[in-house]
């Protein structure tokens, strides 16, 4: 005979006893199978979890195996240079070929109304079999202020060197989009020895927000083949 506690008031009662002699209620001690006895036991010892993580082939690891699909993927590598993009065209009247390179912005300019929305800036450089070079910044909707019969400035920032002023001037076209930057030499040796650039000039109502170009991996063979 054991002594347990009534599972209605707590008071001291034997196993056995049919009602509990503090308050009287019947079966005050929920007996316990031997089954479960013995289950809880080896419970206690530990062996139930050895036993199923046996069976499971994880030596007791209770963890739940992550699926293929939930696993984090690698980092996709990306290729060096692969932001440019290379293209070249015959000219008709010369018979030579136009060779460009043109790389977007990384970072996007929110403007107001009526230019409203996000966008990118874009770099691009540009040369033909006459050695005409060009470089050229241009925006997809907007006003540069800076005209074809007029020079305007650029501020321009290779890498983190001290920012420098370029002069540009406007389309011959009249357009406000473009803006073509001056001493194209200088431009394109500082840039091939970087990795970024970062350009602005003042466009209405705007002020002079900056865009900022990943530069590295330019590679001349694909812009101009000799």
Known sequence: MAIAKCRECGAEVSDSAKTCPKCGVAKPVKKTSLITKIF?????????????????????????????????????????????????????????????????????????????????????????????????FSIEKGQILCRSYQDCTVLVQFDDEKETFFTAAGSADGSTETAFIHNYGRFIKKMIKAKRVRIA???????????EFDVSGFDSKKYKPK
């Open 201 to 211: 000039t003042t466009i209405f109502q705007e002020g002079a927000p900056v865009f």
């Open 40 to 136: 809880l036991g080896l419970l206690g010892l530990g062996l139930i979890s050895q036993f199923i993580g046996g069976n499971s082939g994880s030596k007791g690891s209770t963890s739940i195996p992550v699926s293929a699909s939930t696993k984090p993927n690698a980092a996709t590598p990306v290729l060096l240079g692969s932001q440019w993009s290379y293209s070249k065209e015959a000219e008709a009247m010369s018979k030579g070929t136009n060779y460009s390179a043109t790389v977007s912005s990384s970072n996007t300019v929110n403007f107001k109304f009526p230019y409203a929305g996000a966008q990118h800036a874009r770099l691009s450089l540009s040369s033909d079999t006459g050695n005409l070079n060009d470089v050229i």
